[in-house]
């Protein structure tokens, strides 16, 4: 499923590959020569210069700008440019870039590593499925989260309002919970609520409250919560001790985003149409 930010808009290197692909037949047999080079070397191209290119390729150093220039790309300057900028946004390492890490930090990736894999082999569970199921089918859901992680409740309710309609993010403390002062009947809604050690006392309080009003409660929290089983069965516990300053929220970000590409993958709602009214209005808005 493509639908997201990333397939939003290409990056420029994107839509350069793109434009040489789709013209590469057209170009005079010297040109074609470059094309090809560049399409079957961009991992290792940065370490290139023009001079190189065209004596790989077999041509005059002259026929690599111009063969850029057919393209839109100013010359290898601005070629280099458009690679920086694409392994920036990817996370992606340029091969000069590369380092060995010490063994300390080796480790600590590997529990970083171990946090993600074990949030994947829950994707099954009993819990996830519980969770999925009451995003997928709610009236209306509240995501919240305070102290350190008011921010990732913030965040996923804006991922979730692309995934499914009616998604808000519940600020207790700011609202006074009025949005919860005359709760539907008939079609029950559910909060997701984010909580990790200092454990929030509001974070109880809601999820209590929440059922209380016939609320469905989805609870993302850590691996030592000791509150929300006794209060729902839709609890993802994720792994935070990897050996930081402070607990990790590597788990915690990747459990959210399943959430959120599971109720878009499985939800009853059009993904495809809101995607192109939220870009339509995001044009207008010239967001992007």
Same mark, same amino acid.
């Given at each position: 499923?493509?639908?997201?930010?990333?397939?939003?808009?290409?990056?420029?290197?994107?839509?350069?590959?793109?434009?040489?692909?789709?013209?590469?037949?057209?170009?005079?047999?010297?040109?074609?020569?470059?094309?090809?080079?560049?399409?079957?070397?961009?991992?290792?191209? =940065?370490?290139?210069?023009?001079?190189?290119?065209?004596?790989?390729?077999?041509?005059?150093?002259?026929?690599?700008?111009?063969?850029?220039?057919?393209?839109?790309?100013?010359?290898?300057?601005?070629?280099?440019?458009?690679?920086?900028?694409?392994?920036?946004?990817?996370?992606?390492?340029?091969?000069?870039?590369?380092?060995?890490?010490?063994?300390?930090?080796?480790?600590?990736?590997?529990?970083?590593?171990?946090?993600?894999?074990?949030?994947?082999?829950?994707?099954?569970?009993?819990?996830?499925?519980?969770?999925?199921?009451?995003?997928?089918?709610?009236?209306?859901?509240?995501?919240?989260?305070?102290?350190?992680?008011?921010?990732?409740?913030?965040?996923?309710?804006?991922?979730?309002?692309?995934?499914?309609?009616?998604?808000?993010?519940?600020?207790?403390?700011?609202?006074?919970?009025?949005?919860?002062?005359?709760?539907?009947?008939?079609?029950?809604?559910?909060?997701?609520?984010?909580?990790?050690?200092?454990?929030?006392?509001?974070?109880?309080?809601?999820?209590?409250?929440?059922?209380?009003?016939?609320?469905?409660?989805?609870?993302?929290?850590?691996?030592?919560?000791?509150?929300?089983?006794?209060?729902?069965?839709?609890?993802?516990?994720?792994?935070?001790?990897?050996?930081?300053?402070?607990? =990790?929220?590597?788990?915690?970000?990747?459990?959210? =985003?399943?959430?959120?590409?599971?109720?878009?993958?499985?939800?009853?709602?059009?993904?495809?149409?809101?995607?192109?009214?939220?870009?339509?209005?995001?044009?207008?808005?010239?967001?992007?």
């Amino acid at each position: 499923m493509s639908q997201g930010f990333a397939s939003y808009s290409n990056s420029p290197l994107d839509e350069f590959v793109r434009k040489i692909e789709e013209g590469l037949t057209d170009l005079p047999r010297q040109e074609a020569k470059v094309a090809q080079y560049f399409l079957l070397n961009l991992h290792s191209i =940065s370490f290139e210069t023009g001079k190189s290119i065209a004596e790989k390729a077999g041509v005059a150093e002259i026929t690599v700008g111009r063969m850029l220039r057919r393209f839109d790309c100013a010359g290898m300057k601005d070629f280099k440019a458009m690679l920086r900028h694409r392994y920036s946004v990817t996370g992606e390492s340029l091969p000069e870039e590369g380092a060995e890490l010490t063994p300390d930090w080796q480790d600590q990736m590997s529990a970083e590593l171990l946090s993600v894999r074990t949030v994947y082999s829950k994707m099954n569970s009993p819990a996830f499925k519980a969770a999925e199921a009451r995003l997928t089918t709610a009236s209306e859901v509240y995501v919240t989260g305070f102290q350190t992680v008011r921010g990732l409740a913030e965040d996923m309710a804006r991922r979730l309002a692309l995934a499914r309609p009616r998604v808000r993010f519940l600020s207790g403390h700011d609202s006074m919970m009025s949005e919860w002062l005359d709760p539907e009947e008939g079609a029950p809604g559910c909060v997701v609520i984010i909580d990790v050690i200092p454990y929030a006392a509001e974070s109880e309080v809601i999820a209590r409250l929440a059922r209380e009003q016939g609320r469905s409660v989805v609870v993302v929290t850590d691996e030592y919560c000791h509150w929300a089983h006794e209060i729902t069965d839709a609890v993802i516990n994720v792994p935070s001790k990897t050996g930081l300053f402070l607990e =990790s929220i590597i788990g915690l970000n990747a459990a959210l =985003s399943l959430l959120v590409h599971a109720t878009a993958t499985n939800g009853p709602w059009d993904v495809s149409t809101r995607m192109r009214d939220w870009r339509r209005m995001s044009h207008k808005m010239k967001l992007f």
